[in-house]
């Protein structure tokens, strides 16, 4: 255990344990925001999410291979450590968890979780074995720091919908609370892999929440045909020269079963790759 200025940074899973179980023992409530790295006011606003809810607030850092796919991003997925922590001084972390990849993945690793049904559309069907690596690693975080509250973003939608129902189906005594999607002034949501936009791509890219916006506007003025407003979303994307479309769909908030008339509460999701960069984002009708 190192402290850096005020933030406490644990390696190991024992330390790890034995830190939160004391300060459970102290009768603290302990809240947690699992993130991979790369911080940016998405991640700070379930920082302070985190902090309002629970005593202790815990925040794991830590790029988990187990939901990359051999092609995906994996190696050049931003490690900045020293940035992210400066990022989080001021929110006042109770403890900042490091560990190494063999920490969590010791050898001979056999283990995994999946949430059978909620893993297979949208981007399970574009990132095989993703949230098989998401559920895992949740729970493996959970099992280490056991919780009271854990804060995930609204960006990742069908990760939040998984990890509810990993919590529900497993019995797991954590609260499991969704925050909004963070956005930039003209839409973009936030999003580690926005670093990874040119210029020109950046400007593109506002096509998803544009795309998104305009279905809504449309669902709101009496549209409710599911493949009519996916129809003037792709449009959208095209007008922006997105092509590389992975989905644009409209399915049931919670079930995320596909509907051919939508309805409030349902929800919008979009995936599309600028060259390299696959970016995602949705919204609740
Ligand atoms: O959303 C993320 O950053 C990751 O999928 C998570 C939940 C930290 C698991 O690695």
Same mark, same amino acid.
């Given at each position: 255990?190192?402290?850096?200025?005020?933030?406490?940074?644990?390696?190991?899973?024992?330390?790890?344990?034995?830190?939160?179980?004391?300060?459970?023992?102290?009768?603290?409530?302990?809240?947690?925001?699992?993130?991979?790295?790369?911080?940016?006011?998405?991640?700070?606003?379930?920082?302070?999410?985190?902090?309002?809810?629970?005593?202790?607030?815990?925040?794991?850092?830590?790029?988990?291979?187990?939901?990359?796919?051999?092609?995906?991003?994996?190696?050049?997925?931003?490690?900045?450590? +020293?940035? @992210?922590?400066?990022?989080?001084?001021? /929110?006042?972390?109770? %403890?900042?968890?490091?560990?190494?990849?063999? *920490? $969590?993945?010791?050898?001979?690793?056999?283990?995994?979780?999946?949430?059978?049904?909620?893993?297979?559309?949208?981007?399970?069907?574009?990132?095989?074995?993703?949230?098989?690596?998401?559920?895992?690693?949740?729970?493996?975080?959970?099992?280490?720091?056991?919780?009271?509250?854990?804060?995930?973003? +609204?960006? @990742?939608?069908?990760?939040?919908?998984? /990890?509810?129902?990993? %919590?529900?189906?497993?019995?797991?005594?954590? *609260? $499991?609370?969704?925050?909004?999607?963070?956005?930039?002034?003209?839409?973009?949501?936030?999003?580690?892999?926005?670093?990874?936009?040119?210029?020109?791509?950046?400007?593109?890219?506002?096509?998803?929440?544009?795309?998104?916006?305009?279905?809504?506007?449309?669902?709101?003025?009496?549209?409710?045909?599911?493949?009519?407003?996916?129809?003037?979303?792709?449009?959208?994307?095209?007008?922006?020269?997105?092509?590389?479309?992975?989905?644009?769909?409209?399915?049931?908030?919670?079930?995320?079963?596909?509907?051919?008339?939508?309805?409030?509460?349902?929800?919008?999701?979009?995936?599309?790759?600028?060259?390299?960069?696959?970016?995602?984002?949705?919204?609740?009708?």
């Amino acid at each position: 255990m190192t402290d850096k200025g005020s933030i406490r940074i644990v390696n190991t899973v024992k330390e790890m344990q034995s830190l939160t179980n004391s300060m459970r023992n102290e009768g603290r409530a302990i809240s947690f925001v699992p993130t991979m790295g790369a911080l940016h006011e998405g991640h700070l606003s379930l920082m302070r999410a985190a902090k309002e809810k629970g005593d202790f607030v815990v925040v794991s850092i830590f790029v988990n291979p187990t939901q990359f796919g051999p092609n995906e991003d994996f190696e050049k997925y931003t490690r900045d450590l +020293e940035g @992210d922590l400066k990022k989080i001084e001021e /929110i006042g972390i109770g %403890a900042v968890f490091f560990p190494d990849v063999n *920490e $969590i993945y010791p050898d001979g690793h056999e283990t995994y979780v999946e949430v059978e049904k909620l893993q297979k559309p949208l981007c399970g069907e574009f990132r095989p074995g993703h949230f098989k690596g998401v559920a895992t690693v949740v729970l493996k975080l959970f099992n280490i720091v056991k919780p009271d509250i854990a804060v995930f973003g +609204e960006k @990742d939608y069908q990760q939040l919908q998984i /990890i509810k129902k990993m %919590a529900r189906d497993l019995h797991l005594e954590i *609260e $499991i609370v969704g925050m909004p999607i963070i956005r930039e002034e003209d839409g973009l949501a936030l999003s580690s892999r926005n670093a990874y936009l040119s210029l020109e791509e950046r400007k593109r890219a506002l096509a998803l929440s544009k795309s998104l916006g305009e279905i809504k506007r449309s669902f709101n003025e009496g549209n409710k045909d599911s493949s009519q407003l996916v129809e003037l979303g792709i449009k959208i994307l095209k007008e922006s020269q997105i092509e590389d479309i992975d989905y644009l769909e409209i399915r049931d908030g919670k079930t995320l079963e596909t509907k051919e008339l939508a309805k409030p509460g349902d929800v919008v999701a979009v995936a599309a790759r600028l060259e390299n960069t696959r970016l995602i984002d949705n919204t609740k009708l």
